[in-house]
């Protein structure tokens, strides 16, 4: 977000804020938040908020049963793959009657072998990777998305949704995901 606790929020039109979560380890701004359409906020509902990163579960709950719903930055460093084990703690956690989960987010992870426009392989990406695969996750990302690396992905075990990238809003392309 590049938030702070200076800035109370930010209006979106035709949007409500769901929950914020900032930063609390000492560096400037940052932080995730999650909107949601106006018609649909009533049916969202944060879930809970990672203790250790930067990262906010909530549940869309529909027809069909509810949806668990990740945002996450992780920031850059390699060799660190502690994000990667709470993510997997908190994916144990949380997933037990969800219809499906939908994960986004800055992750900063390198791995070739799997995602494409990698700058390296990494522990991370190589950790991310695996963890995907135990959960049946899939990365839907296609195209670089900060310069010529792909850093922001959209991991689902849903057939149905899609994603593009679109043009860059800063210094990263924004992702849409349907």
Known sequence: TWLDRAVAGVKLEGYRLVARRDRDDGRK???????????LASRVTLLDTSP????????????RGPYLLGVWYKPPAPGDTSGVETLRAELDKHCEKEVGVVLLGDLNVHQQRWLRHSARNSAEGAALQELCG???????VREPTRGDHLL????????????RVLPPLADHCLLEAT
């Open 29 to 39: 701004c940052g932080g995730v938040a999650v909107y949601a359409l106006e018609q």
């Open 52 to 63: 250790t990163d930067e990262r906010l579960w909530s549940l869309l709950h529909s027809d």
């Open 134 to 140: 135990d959960y049946g996750l899939r990365q839907l």
């Open 152 to 163: 922001d992905l959209l991991l689902t075990d849903l057939d149905a949704v899609k994603c």
